[in-house]
């Protein structure tokens, strides 16, 4: 069984649409994660959620907006996408938080493109 | 913030090599991560130090932190073409709360 899973694998549309990214770990882990990875390979974490609670939210434009209705999901709706979202987005969870020296685990990332 | 650079950026070897990716912090690390991205997939755990002087080891792939903390190499041994990759550094401290932040990767070819 897939430990982290997310859907779409690649989602295409048009700028100014508005569009969801699901995803969902079994690992019973308390810590889940939005990161986006541009062209350039950069990984860069955008939200971070304990609990159904946001931990992190760094500087990510408010179009932006994660969604945990409880502590296996954490989705992502993004609104009047624009050409700059075109990227991979990786959800990720870990048992606690990272200070505490724990793991994360990745999903296999959603491909983005806006058009 | 935390800034990790890792170098090199990219490393294309021969099967059967040995090669080191470095990846240093303008901070103090507490935790370090090592993860590998194969191409178009999702990153994989590799190991995790935390200690000064700490060294770990998995299969042929060896990951050191230095003593004063702001420095990390991941040393791979006679190379395989399963190795190659995007290797990624991890760590994350700002401030009183953790913000994980990760190194631009260094990207691994391994020539059979």
């Known amino acids: 069984d897939t430990a982290v899973s997310q859907t779409p694998k690649y989602l295409v549309t048009q700028m100014g649409n508005d569009k969801s990214i699901k995803c969902e770990q079994n690992?019973?882990?308390?810590?889940m994660y939005w990161y986006k990875q541009d062209s350039k390979k950069f990984l860069k974490i955008m939200f971070s959620?304990?609990?159904?609670?946001?931990?992190i939210n760094e500087t990510v434009p408010n179009r932006f907006s994660p969604k945990s209705p409880d502590k296996a999901h954490l989705n992502l709706h993004i609104n009047s996408l624009e050409l700059g979202d075109s990227a991979v987005y990786f959800c990720?969870?870990?048992?606690?938080?990272?200070?505490?020296?724990?793991?994360?685990?990745f999903g296999p990332g959603t491909r983005l493109t806006v058009l | 913030s935390q800034e990790l650079e890792q170098s090199p950026q990219s490393l294309i070897v021969q099967e059967g090599k040995n090669l080191t990716i470095n990846c240093t912090s303008s901070?103090?690390?507490?935790?370090l991560y090592w993860y590998k991205q194969k191409y178009g997939e999702g990153l994989i755990f590799l190991m995790m130090l935390q200690k000064g002087g700490e060294e770990k080891s998995h299969e042929k792939i060896t990951a050191k932190l230095d003593e004063k903390k702001q420095q990390s190499s991941l040393h791979i041994t006679a190379s395989q073409p399963s190795h190659a990759g995007i290797y990624l550094c991890g760590a994350g401290v700002n401030g009183g709360s953790y913000i994980p932040t990760f190194g631009r990767g260094t990207s691994l070819i391994v020539h059979p």
């Open positions: 959620y304990n609990n159904k609670e946001l931990i």
């Open positions: 901070k103090t690390l507490y935790g």
């Open positions: 690992l019973g882990h308390d810590t």
């Open positions: 990720a969870s870990s048992q606690e938080g990272l200070a505490g020296g724990t793991t994360q685990y």
